[in-house]
């Protein structure tokens, strides 16, 4: 009995990495420009972390370079945190103010767009005219942002811009200026996300329906349920964790706004709404040469998004969900 035991605690003994990776060489394989990219882009720069703490310059005591300034740069403590958070030039509490107010409106807003329109696809009977849908709401996303920001200019511009004309036809002096008042910037952003990114975010949730036993709908048809009480108690329960993983990826998100979009989209007239962490990080980075305190800023938006993904995820597994992990 016991040497049958011993032969079956042997036989689930976990396989050795070396033995496993000769086994399935080719499926490693496959991985392995995934990890080497993950390492390079995502692991190696977070050495670059440590200038936070520095009173980083890239020349400093006849030595030049990245390298060398990291390790002959003064170590400063948490001088370039007080800095971020004091700064009378840029206060933090408006760069925080800005940046939450486009995520939660984002969050409201575009989050649940993709959902609605994938489960109007969904309900769609034709399939040539659901193939062409699909096709036609997943353009937008391969279009450059550059783009998309021309064409709101064209289009809303005060002096000549079709929406803006058509607006002032029936508001007449009243009509909003959008790239100019303050007021309407986050609007924009998210309205601009809404419509570039809602098609193709609809892929995830279309592969989660497609995983959707028939027989549900068969058997809820039969008992008399039509097509609001199938979407309600089949439909949404199917995707709710795909939902869930989404939710918890998105509050990671929360302090990422999206450089390139604003700062494409910012101007003299509207700076008091679109200055945000990332526009913050770079001016102060990039134009002014002031690396430590961006640094610190970054890293302060990491901790942010870490404490909020941890959160969410801990939420969803008290409210009975799988979460992220």
């Known amino acids: 009995m016991g040497k049958k035991n011993n032969t079956s605690a042997y036989q689930h003994k976990k396989t050795p990495l070396i033995t496993d990776m000769k086994r399935h060489k080719w499926l490693y394989l496959m991985v392995l420009p995934g990890v080497i990219w993950m390492i390079i882009f995502c692991y190696l720069p977070m050495g670059g972390l440590v200038m936070a703490f520095q009173n980083y310059k890239l020349r400093i005591r006849g030595h030049s370079g990245i390298f060398s300034s990291f390790i002959y740069s003064e170590f400063v403590g948490l001088d370039n945190f007080k800095e971020f958070f004091t700064s009378k030039t840029v206060s933090f509490w408006s760069l925080f103010r800005n940046t939450l107010s486009i995520s939660l409106l984002s969050l409201a807003l575009f989050f649940p767009a993709p ?26 996303h391969f279009v450059s942002l550059v783009i998309v920001a021309s064409l709101t200019q064209q ?5 000549d811009g079709a929406v803006y ?5 029936f508001m007449g002096d009243g009509a909003p200026k959008i790239l100019t008042d303050p007021k309407y910037f986050n609007q924009l952003i998210v309205g601009q996300s ?7 975010g609809t892929i995830i949730f279309l592969a989660a329906l497609s995983g959707v036993d028939m027989q549900l709908y068969e058997a809820a048809r039969v008992d008399g349920a039509g097509r609001w009480r199938l979407m309600w ?18 509050c990671g998100s929360i302090l990422n706004t999206g450089f390139e979009q604003i700062y494409l989209m910012k101007n003299d007239l509207n700076a008091s709404r679109a200055q945000v962490f990332d526009t913050y990080i770079y001016e102060r980075g990039i134009v002014s040469g002031q690396y430590s305190v961006s640094a610190a800023a970054g890293l302060f938006k990491s901790i942010v998004s870490l404490i909020l993904v941890l959160s969410a995820n801990k939420i969803a597994k008290l409210c009975g969900e799988s979460g992220f992990y």
Not at 165 to 169: A, C, K, T, V
Not at 194 to 200: A, C, F, H, M, V
Not at 233 to 250: D, Q
Request: proline content about 5%; glycine content about 4%; some cysteine.
């Open 115 to 140: 959902i609605i329109l994938s489960l109007m696809l969904n309900e769609l009977r034709c399939m040539p005219f659901k193939r062409i849908s699909q096709t036609l709401v997943y353009i937008p």
């Open 233 to 250: 108690h089949i439909t949404l329960p199917a995707i709710r964790g795909t939902v869930v993983i989404m939710l918890i990826m998105k």
């Open 194 to 200: 809404i419509w570039k990114e809602t098609g193709y």
């Open 165 to 169: 004309q058509l607006m002032e036809m």
């Open 155 to 159: 289009l809303f511009n005060s002096n």
